[in-house]
């Protein structure tokens, strides 16, 4: 319950502060391609459940039909998707990324009741169908919008060990852990290493 009060009394607060960046941004977003302001994807949330998870849009519109032409270029082992340099991302899009300011959208999310503040990030349902069952462990708690691996994972580390990083949280989670990584996280995004 405590959990749950202060990630609808923050992302209230970040929400409102933040509104006329978000504006700005989303001028940004619309004047540099053609194409929605925002992104949602569909993500698996607590024990499963689907959801629209929302971002700032900072991919061409037709990413995901054109994901299956550059699978070769994938950093990440498992049934994970990522790349550092992914050539679908807009100019506007890679500073958006650069800086985090891509996931803000998110705390709507969080304010929802979809995801946590801190907590493991949300996977696509496609990710997982290919999870162990060890693996499943991940959606056992609501996801997040930062988390250990966004603070000292990344893409350093195999997906493997980003689970176990995950499970790591699940089973020493505290108020004080979640507050410690929320720093971290600032810190993360202020030396523009993405969050």
Known sequence: MGKRAFDMLFSAAA??????????VALAVKLDSPGPVFFRQ??????GRRFGMLKL?????DAEARRAEIL???????????????????????FLRRWSIDELPQLWNVLRGDMSLVGPRPPIPSEVA??????????SVKPGLTCVWQVWGRNRVS?????????????????WMDLKLIVHTFRAVLRGTGM
């Open 72 to 94: 070769e270029l994938n950093e990440m082992d498992g049934p994970v998707f990522k790349i550092k340099n992914d050539p679908r991302i807009t100019g506007v899009g890679r």
């Open 42 to 47: 569909v993500r698996c949330g607590l024990h």
């Open 159 to 175: 997906f493997k060990r980003w689970v176990e990083m995950d499970l790591f949280y699940i089973d020493n989670w505290s108020i």
């Open 15 to 24: 929400l409102l502060v933040l509104s006329p960046l978000l504006v700005v």
């Open 130 to 139: 290919h999870y162990t069952w060890w693996q499943r462990r991940r959606i």
């Open 57 to 61: 849009r900072t991919m061409v519109v």
